[in-house]
RNA sequence: GACCCCAUCGUCCAGAGGCCUAGGACAUCGGCCUUUCACGCCGGUAACACGGGUUCGAAUCCCGUUGGGGUCGCCA
């Protein structure tokens, strides 16, 4: 992949077996990965997949303070996660240095960068010679100002000429002379100066020349045509932006080591990269990379921008916000799939009105052009639905499996129960789990030997109207007590008998016997909960509400 | 401030000049189911930012305004 410095037009892009697409994920590894951050791998993953190319991954590790072994782990223990794999081996960036280094010679060596002080950062220079005309144009019009007029300060818009003094002096700010084109300067004597002739005098200065010291007149009007870069972005469609506001671009720092820009376009070539698919905020770093490659002698990647992710409030995140990293969703208890599902589907949809989606289905149905314009702000009580679909979808020894881990995670042991009781209390609370953290809160009253009622509950139902509740648990209590096997179906008879007997509603019993055993008004149904409670709590349970009464 | 980009229900998305009386999802409200809580089912409220054009016809095209975002580093 070496190059041999050269004049830029002896090169090319690199050789590649196929033009398939290569599009890569480029995070620096900070020890946590934001979502925004994973959605960019997501859309990168996806459009690999549905184009049939390869997703690779560039670890930009240069700054040793914060990238630290362990953040490595944290990005790809998330990858992971999410089943996000490169199909390559990792790129990473710090040992690319030498050909960083190599790239920011080259460019000095073809007099392209340089570097304005001996010991000052190497500078790329916005001159003509980096100009092609497949990403710089002329606009078709002139822009004319008059400068006599100024009262004050004036400023064209966008070029980097300003009249000051009242308008007794046009200074040119850092005049990019390459940036105008035909610039024609009128002067108050009536004679009229090119652009050329002042850039001779000027002597190619770039540092800020007062036009009249050049033009021993007073300037009355200016007249030039702008310069435009532009591309096709993959989502944003054409941009453009006027050449004269963008500026000579640091490749290296004093020290000599490179810039992100510089090091971004070198992995990027060299890795063979097809598509630059990346978040809004590099659009304006695309126009200056497009010079860079011009610099480097190859043909640019394409360049595709998605949109930001919002936090709820529609503004941009920030490290206040928190919730907003990978690590969040898993202990929260958001599956995989269904984050994947979710980010995919902030800022692109399949054109349809499906959303919960299978990764085959996003594979096929995934396209730039149906990737969004505008910013996407989270919808995390969406999110929350989402994963209850995706909890109800999992095959049960699966969700079996989860929920385990749940269990210790909170700090029990799942295995010191018996497998066929968990198999059911997995699917009694499959639907009323929205993430899997849930789930050792919601059944603690499965697994503790006394339980808690709550206050709220204890009065609603057990002490209202006289302690009707309580009542009913006294008489229930025997006929429960004489329930043979205590399976849901023996409990079921037992209690429908019971209410034959005292002529109740299966209301009156099944609450405050609910409360009375989980401590709680809400439960899965009456007789799963009891067979799930088992028979020695539940009548213990049962005495112990009676007592406290 | 300059430059660039964006703009449909509270939120996410559909809509690429007539299929729009603007569709779906989440949320919300009401109802059904039901022993509770959920699940499920049925229904309702709710949007084309504003102003000009172009056109027989505009949410869709153009211009302006407003609002939001991005970028202006020897950070990435």
């Not at 490595?72 to 790129?91: H, R």
Request: hydrophobic letters at 40%.
């Amino acid at each position: 992949m070496a190059r041999a410095a050269g004049s830029v037009q002896d090169a090319r892009p690199p050789e590649r077996s196929s033009m398939s697409v290569r599009v890569r994920f480029a995070p620096s590894p900070t020890g946590h990965v934001h979502i925004g951050n994973i959605r960019a791998a997501i859309l990168n993953w996806l459009f690999a997949r549905h184009e049939g190319g390869q997703f690779l991954l560039r670890v930009e590790d240069t700054d040793r303070e914060r990238s630290t072994p362990e953040a490595v782990q944290t990005l790809l223990a998330a990858m992971q996660w999410l089943e996000l794999e490169p199909d390559e081996e990792p790129v990473y960036q710090s040992t690319r240095r030498p050909r960083h280094d190599a790239a920011v010679a080259a460019m000095i060596e073809r007099g392209l960068a340089s570097r304005i002080t001996p010991d000052g950062p190497a500078v790329l220079h916005m001159t003509s010679a980096l100009f092609d005309p497949s990403f710089v144009t002329e606009s078709r019009h002139p822009v004319e100002i008059d400068v006599s007029q100024a009262e004050t300060a004036i400023s064209a818009p966008g070029v980097a000429v300003t009249t000051r003094g009242a308008g007794r002096e046009a200074v040119t700010e850092r005049l990019n002379w390459d940036a105008l084109t035909d610039l024609e300067i009128a002067t108050a004597d009536a004679a009229t100066h090119s652009g050329a002739a002042l850039r001779a005098r000027a002597g190619e200065s770039r540092e800020p020349v007062a036009l009249e010291s050049l033009l021993g007149s007073r300037p009355v009007s200016l007249r030039f045509r702008r310069r435009f870069v532009h591309y096709d972005d993959l989502v944003l469609g054409r941009l453009e932006k006027p050449l004269d506001s963008i500026r000579d671009l640091v490749i290296a720092r004093a020290d000599g080591s490179p810039v992100f820009h510089l090091a971004n376009c070198v992995d990027d070539h060299e890795m063979g990269v097809t598509h630059v698919l990346r978040g809004n905020d590099h659009v304006e770093n695309t126009y200056r990379h497009l010079f860079i490659y011009r610099a480097m002698g190859v043909t640019p990647p394409q360049f595709g921008h998605f949109p930001m992710i919002l936090n709820d409030r529609g503004r941009p995140y920030s490290k206040r916000d928190g919730d907003a990293y990978v690590g969040d969703f898993q202990a929260r208890g958001i599956l995989p799939d269904c984050l994947f599902n979710f980010l995919a589907l902030c800022g692109w949809s399949p054109g349809d009105d499906r959303e919960v989606m299978s990764k085959a289905e996003m594979i096929e149905a995934f396209t730039l052009d149906r990737v969004v314009k505008s910013g996407a702000q989270l919808n995390m009580k969406k999110l929350l639905w989402m994963n209850q679909r995706y909890i109800a979808a999992m095959p049960p020894e699966k969700l079996q499996a989860a929920l385990r881990g749940e269990l210790r995670r909170a700090g029990r042991d799942p295995d010191a129960v018996d497998p066929a009781w968990f198999a059911f209390l997995a699917e009694q609370m499959r639907p009323r789990l929205r993430t899997l953290a849930e789930f050792p809160v919601e059944t603690a009253c499965f697994f503790d030997e006394d339980v808690t009622i709550d206050d709220k509950a204890r009065r609603k139902v057990l002490l209202a109207n006289g302690g009707a509740g309580l009542d009913v648990l006294r008489r229930v209590r025997e006929p429960l007590a004489a329930a043979g096997d205590w399976t849901v179906a023996s409990l079921e008879t037992a209690i429908t008998a019971f209410l034959e007997a005292s002529g109740l509603e299966i209301g009156q019993v099944a609450q405050p016997l609910r409360v009375a055993v989980t401590g709680r008004a809400a439960s899965p149904g009456i007789h799963e909960t009891l067979f799930l409670v088992g028979r020695e709590r539940t009548l213990r349970r049962i005495a112990e509400a009676l007592r406290s009464e």
